[in-house]
């Protein structure tokens, strides 16, 4: 199992170019989220999804797109990137039933720079 | 407003002694709550969980006491080592309301002294 992928892990980005984090997970989780991570301000949750073809928002949506069309892949869209998007985002995958399944498993981040 | 609060942003410990690290929260749809560890460059692992039906959990040296009258959890890690020093964060989420979103708090730096 690869676990929770992200790709890239760093990227550079002129203010209201576009682009689109990818993550995928193997381990057949029916939840995903985006989060991003800046100092002192822990891990905020941008988007998550119980399930392919349902995505909802998070604390800080806006600037932000999603898409679930498939249970593995989760990608994150930036329409036009703003220096205040500038972050290290995390994606992360849990199953909803039962055991351990509510312990969730994080990808490796990807450092965003946008300037 | 924040729902998940980690009021102590650094702690410092002497290797072998307990640490404890704290964390509140004011949203009392809550019912689950977890305990991840950061690592520089890394992205966040899991360390510990406890159900709102609970109010201790137990693995190894770390300990998850919950406190649900006062809406206060704390990770007592006994005995703390050096490769404990890290970021952790507390985390809480509401299962029964069928939401699933998880809520972070913004992290305690821990570092245990040799």
């Known amino acids: 199992n690869a676990g929770v992928t992200q790709t890239p892990k760093f990227q550079v980005l002129k203010t209201g170019q576009s682009m689109t984090l990818q993550c995928a997970q193997d381990?057949?989780?029916?939840?995903m989220s985006w989060y991003r991570q800046d100092p002192g301000m822990g891990l905020r949750l941008i988007h998550y999804s119980v399930g392919a073809g349902i995505t909802d928002q998070g604390e800080v949506p806006n600037g932000y797109n999603v898409s679930r069309s498939t249970t593995e892949d989760f990608p994150l869209r930036l329409l036009s990137a703003a220096p205040s998007q500038t972050s290290v985002y995390f994606c992360?995958?849990?199953?909803?039933?039962?055991?351990?399944?509510?312990?969730?498993?994080f990808g490796p981040g990807t450092r965003l720079t946008v300037t | 407003d924040q729902q998940v609060k980690q009021n102590s942003p650094s702690l410092s410990v002497q290797e072998g002694r307990i640490s404890i690290l704290n964390c509140d929260y004011t949203?009392?749809?809550?019912?689950?709550f977890l305990w991840y560890k950061k690592y520089p460059a890394e992205g966040p692992t899991f360390l510990i969980s406890?159900?709102?039906?609970?109010d201790k959990n137990e693995d190894g040296r770390f300990t998850v006491f919950l406190n649900k009258s006062a809406k206060h959890l704390s990770l007592h890690i006994v005995p703390s080592q050096p490769g404990d020093s890290a970021v952790y964060f507390c985390a809480a989420s509401s299962h029964t309301s069928g939401t699933y979103k998880y809520i972070f708090g913004t992290g305690t730096r821990l570092k245990v002294l040799a």
């Open positions: 381990m057949n989780h029916e939840y």
């Open positions: 406890i159900s709102s039906i609970k």
């Open positions: 949203n009392s749809m809550f019912d689950y």
């Open positions: 992360a995958s849990n199953g909803l039933a039962g055991g351990n399944s509510y312990e969730q498993y």
